[in-house]
């Protein structure tokens, strides 16, 4: 009697692996496809300024000091939501550079005048270029880039209040 | 009355129209190369590439405009004389395994391919046994 025990294995795994997939089921989708550039030089890009108010971007502006690299787009809601953290961030004397993708002069211009500009340079990616370059698969997002021109910590989704000390603490690191 | 309140109802479901851009979609999102034959690489490459904003469509078939984004980059980089193996890596580089509908053998999804081989080779193995032993079963019955 006890050798057909095994004749139970098979009833056994289906019901494990039915119970794993019910399991799964309950469980929140990471829809979040992150970069596997971290770790890697910046591509070299260069890219025109967005509008006039701010000289463009390239990979020769990340040079000597960590710096924080924001992908991001005037008719991106979320990126109205992150504006004060972003300002946050400046006051502590963080340098963010932004791209603008997808984005027309006037329009970075409407939305930089209402919901301020925390930006040193703001490089126009009207075909995503640099954003496919990066690995970046939204907007906005951050990357944290070191002195050396290195990619070192994305942030994906727009900063919330709680976001900002680990970014500082990424920028500390990059230094 | 009727009317507006279904103007208003409508105007609701296109306000997440605003959230997209108005730029024009990149010089070769929507068009194709003139070479027939690089056009029919750089297709049946784009079949095989995950839209990264629209997760279950290749970028063939979708019509986000970072998918049109990733068609123009795809295109220009066969017009440039790149291989779709070598566009392939570059995507993979940036985004991981995640970007390719291409199953490929990696350190991580190596099981999926040995496990079929092992089952294989084990079911072999004991059909052999079974049938041999029958067959000898058979031989001392003669």
Redesign the interface.
Known sequence: MRSRLYLWVPLALFAFFAGLAAFMLTQEKD?F?????IGQPLPAFALKPAYEGLPGAAKADFTGKPRLLNIW?S???PCIAEAPQLEALKAQGVEIVGIA????PE?VAAFLARHGNPYTRIGSD????V?????S??VPETFVIDAAGTIRYQHIGDIRESDVPKLLAELEKAK | MIGRVLALVLALFALPL??????PP??YAYTQLDDPRLEAEASALMHTLRC??C?SQSIADSDA??AG??R??VRTRILAGESPAEIRRW??????D??SYEPEVSATTWPLFAVPVLVVLLVAGVLLRRLGKRRGDAGDAA
């Open positions: 829809q496809v992150e970069s596997t550039m787009a008719w991106c809601l993708i997808r984005d027309k329009d009207p075909i995503s270029e954003q496919l370059a990066i690995g698969s939204g | 605003g959230a997209q851009d108005s730029m990149a010089p990264i904003k997760q405009p970072m984004d990733m123009h980059q995507l993979i580089a940036r985004y991981g995640y970007v």
